[in-house]
T-cell receptor
Framework: GQNIDQPTEMTATEGAIVQINCTYQ??????LFWYQQHAGEAPTFLSY??LDGLEEKGRFSSFLSRSKGYSYLLLKELQMKDSASYLC??????????WGAGTKLIIKP | DAMVIQNPRYQVTQFGKPVTLSCSQT?????MYWYQQKSSQAPKLLFH???????NEADTPDNFQSRRPNTSFCFLDIRSPGLGDAAMYLC?????????????FGPGTRLTVT
């Protein structure tokens, strides 16, 4: 079957760094997406990885290892507004997104 | 600004009373999606349209129907809502299918069934 695993909840301190991990199993693979979702709002796109390695975009970076079926999202210089759920989604061979349930990130002052 | 718009943002319906949710986009994207999302769960894909081609997920209940009369608009019809259908309904678009094309989401319609 196809599935995504990511931690349910994480807590971090304002100004610190946090890494949110995601493992995936899909039928075929066409890339890995990260989305941010604030409570009661729609997901917004953060990053897309299809090749192994690290993609950096400002305070956010995303890493992919295809051989390990593993990705992480790295958030630096955490701000209170980063409190949200972070959804990992892998695209299968039919171009369907397989979504994780999200990691709720709580930022403390 | 180009965007995905959903109306209404909040919808209350009675058990068994048909309801229609609407979505429009100004992005001129080929693909439109409807997702159902319950609290602390992953979005669940209900259907998607690739241009006019309708794709129904195998586990989407018959109670859910969809229409896409033109490129810009897409509707979700729930014929006989049950209490278990209370959720956030998200419309999304992408320029095309394929890995490089991220999905753009509307703000969602939160459906309450009484």
């Amino acid at each position: 079957g196809q599935n995504i695993d990511q931690p349910t909840e994480m807590t971090a301190t304002e100004g610190a760094i946090v890494q949110i991990n995601c493992t995936y199993q899909t039928s075929g693979f066409n890339g890995l997406f990260w989305y941010q979702q604030h409570a009661g709002e729609a997901p917004t796109f953060l990053s897309y990885n299809v090749l192994d390695g690290l993609e950096e975009k400002g305070r956010f970076s995303s890493f992919l290892s295809r051989s390990k079926g593993y990705s992480y999202l790295l958030l630096k210089e955490l701000q209170m507004k980063d409190s949200a759920s972070y959804l990992c989604a892998a695209m299968d061979s039919n171009y369907q997104l397989i979504w994780g349930a999200g990691t709720k990130l709580i930022i403390k002052p | 600004d180009a965007m995905v718009i959903q109306n209404p943002r909040y919808q209350v319906t009675q058990f068994g009373k048909p309801v229609t949710l609407s979505c429009s986009q100004t992005l001129n994207h080929n693909v439109m999606y409807w997702y159902q999302q319950k609290s602390s769960q992953a979005p669940k894909l209900l259907f998607h349209y690739y241009d006019k081609d309708f794709n129904n997920e195998a586990d989407t209940p018959d109670n859910f129907q969809s229409r896409r009369p033109n490129t810009s608009f897409c509707f979700l019809d729930i014929r006989s809502p049950g209490l278990g259908d209370a959720a956030m309904y998200l419309c999304a678009t992408s320029r095309d299918r394929g890995g490089a094309y991220e999905q753009y989401f509307g703000p969602g319609t939160r459906l309450t069934v009484t």
